[in-house]
Nanobody, 120 residues
Framework: VQLQASGGGSVQAGGSLRLSCKAS????????LGWYRQTPGKQRELVAT???????NYGDPVKGRFTISHNSAKDTAFLQMNNLRPDDTAVYYC???????????????WGQGTQVTVSS
């Protein structure tokens, strides 16, 4: 299984970016897709997740500014980030919980990080 993230970059405060995360491989079912972020010296924190039913969950710092959506047919999730602030600067990691074909239980998977930098 691979999680391919894209869309990071640099933007000024108040700007917007859109991340995408596509899952591929021997997938039977995706329980959820989402993002966590991490800055040096800090623990990885929840940004947002969306489950197979479309239910969403957001970390408190991004509520009202970020919106997660998905194209379940393409095993892809999108994170629209608006009104970005300098403290949103971090490496953003795509995360998913996936059941492989032939398996019963799901397992967690992580994609490579993508850098988001917001300047003041």
């Amino acid at each position: 299984v691979q999680l391919q993230a894209s869309g990071g970059g640099s933007v000024q405060a108040g700007g917007s970016l859109r991340l995408s995360c596509k899952a591929s491989g021997n997938i039977f079912r995706i329980s959820y897709l989402g993002w966590y972020r991490q800055t040096p010296g800090k623990q990885r924190e929840l940004v947002a997740t969306i489950d197979k039913f479309g239910s969403t969950n957001y970390g408190d710092p991004v509520k009202g500014r970020f919106t997660i959506s998905h194209n379940s047919a393409k095993d892809t999730a999108f994170l629209q980030m608006n009104n970005l602030r300098p403290d949103d600067t971090a490496v953003y990691y795509c995360n998913s919980r996936i059941v492989l074909r032939g398996n019963v239980d799901s397992s967690p998977y992580w994609g490579q990080g993508t850098q988001v930098t917001v300047s003041s």
